[in-house]
């Protein structure tokens, strides 16, 4: 069993909870000081400013910000505590606009979105209606959470889902330093269950991918490096195999964010991320081809804008009003936080950009 | 000027090295960069290496660059901490062998 080290902040009533409070707080200090450039000021140097959107690709859905675990850096602030679920109604709207937007992709997000009750309804409905490919980000311990998700990777199998998973290091200590006590086990008994009926394997066209997310206020390095790290200990002491290493920055928000300022880091890791701006990563920043909806149907650019309640900038800025058309004209909205996709080789939901 | 030797600043200002001497500081980036990509050794063997060398150098700048790599490498504490040893080891063991100079010497005229 897993065992939650943490409430989230919403739960310990942290003035960070509120969107809002951390806007505030990147707004000011060493960006209003002009220590640091803003990140409008950076693009607009590169005359990416204003950013706008390319062909819609991506529709990335987040279920709700209920989940089993409590990671010490979740930028949406989910946990068990968390009630914010997606309603039936709420996904057949984006059924909806999944037969019309031109999307190619489903990645489904939460939380963890296994524990929306309407999860498996929604992901066949989505093949239904055309999706070619979903993504399914979980995080391993929901398989082995409860009897009533135990058979999820025999539901992934049938349906051909491509799975992502957390898993920000092949040792128990910095895992669960990280995810909490008890996940890094969990995690490799999940993954030994994927690999059984053919996920990760090579050649295998059952797609599983790791993410791992420095557990520290440091960027990560080489993908491709960091990779062939992985698969060797992997392989060695636990004999699992995995296809793609994504390898994310942890963006100053959230519990991050919180975790940066406790640890009298924030300072230090902003001008890390804003020596590091990369402009060609600044031009293949995921909001440019795909589009974030929350559990209860907002538009977002990201899922870090959703996080941070900055809905897109259109009228039509709800599921049920969606407009390809009309949304493809915005600007995409952009604040400090930024700069954690446009540092090094770039940072996506994706893994590295350039 | 600054009151202390050494000011972690400095380390963003390494590559300003060629500014006084551009052609020597290019040849040593170029051969710094080569020595740290993959090769017999991967990038992680090597930056373990480094910062065990950083140590028994006891060059501040080094240690700083070096665990942020090694961390950012996914290099976990206790592996860091035995790599140092292992650079210790090596400076200790490097005083002590030498102390045979002193005993043939003691031999030699006390014996």
């Not at chain 1, 009750?117 to 995080?139: K, L, M, Q, T, Y």
């Not at chain 1, 296809?243 to 959230?254: C, F, K, M, R």
Request: hydrophobic letters at 35%.
């Amino acid at each position: 069993m897993t065992k939650l080290n943490l409430k989230s902040l919403k739960r310990r009533k942290s003035l960070l909870a509120q969107a809002e409070n951390q806007l505030d707080f990147l707004s000011n200090g060493i960006f209003k000081k002009g220590e640091l450039p803003t990140f409008k000021d950076k693009i607009n140097a590169n005359g990416f400013y204003p950013l706008k959107p390319k062909t819609l690709e991506i529709l990335q859905i987040n279920l709700g910000y209920m989940c089993n675990q409590v990671c010490s850096h979740c930028h949406v602030d989910a946990g068990p505590d968390r009630k914010e679920i997606m309603t039936k109604e709420t996904m057949q709207y984006c059924l909806d606009v999944i037969e019309k937007s031109g999307a190619h992709t489903l990645d489904l997000t939460g939380g963890a979105p296994e524990m929306n009750p309407h999860f498996r309804w929604f992901v066949e409905e989505a093949f239904n209606v055309g999706i070619e490919d979903i993504i399914v980000r979980s995080n391993l311990t929901i398989i082995k959470a409860n009897k009533k998700y135990a058979d999820l990777p025999e539901f992934f199998k049938k349906h051909r889902v491509h799975v992502v998973s957390s898993l920000p290091h092949w040792t128990k200590g910095k895992t669960d330093k990280q995810r909490g006590e008890g996940v890094f086990s969990a995690s490799i008994e999940a993954l030994k269950d994927l690999n059984k009926i053919g996920y990760g394997m090579p050649e295998s066209d059952l797609k599983l991918d790791l993410v791992y997310n420095p557990s520290g206020a440091f960027m990560p390095t080489d993908q491709a490096s960091l990779e062939k790290d992985f698969k060797k200990a992997l392989i060695e002491d636990f004999d699992i195999h995995f296809h793609n290493l994504l390898a994310i920055t942890n963006l100053p928000i959230s519990r991050f964010l919180d975790y940066l300022i406790a640890s009298d880091n924030y300072e230090d890791y902003m001008h890390t991320l804003v020596e590091a701006y990369n402009p060609t990563a600044a031009e293949n920043v995921m909001c440019r081809n795909t589009l974030s909806v929350s559990w209860d149907g907002w538009l977002y650019d990201c899922d870090f804008n959703q996080m941070l309640c900055m809905k897109v900038d259109s009228d039509r800025n709800h599921i049920k009003d969606f407009d390809v058309e009309a949304l493809q004209k915005r600007e995409i909205k952009i604040h400090q936080h930024c700069y954690g996709c446009t540092a090094g080789a770039g940072s996506s939901c994706g893994g590295t950009t350039t | 000027m600054s009151n202390s030797y050494y000011d972690p600043k400095d380390l963003k200002k390494f590559g300003d090295i060629t500014d006084f001497q551009k052609e020597l500081g290019e040849k040593f980036f170029e051969y710094y960069t080569s020595v740290f990509e993959d090769g017999a050794l991967t990038q992680r063997e090597k930056a373990l290496i480094a910062l065990a060398v950083a140590h028994t150098e006891q060059c501040p700048y080094c240690i700083d660059a070096y665990t942020q790599d090694t961390l950012k490498r996914g290099v976990t504490k206790e592996e860091m901490m035995e790599a140092v040893h292992v650079g210790a080891a090596i400076k200790s063991g490097a005083a002590l062998v030498h102390s045979t100079m002193m005993m043939n010497k003691v031999k030699k005229l006390d014996g």
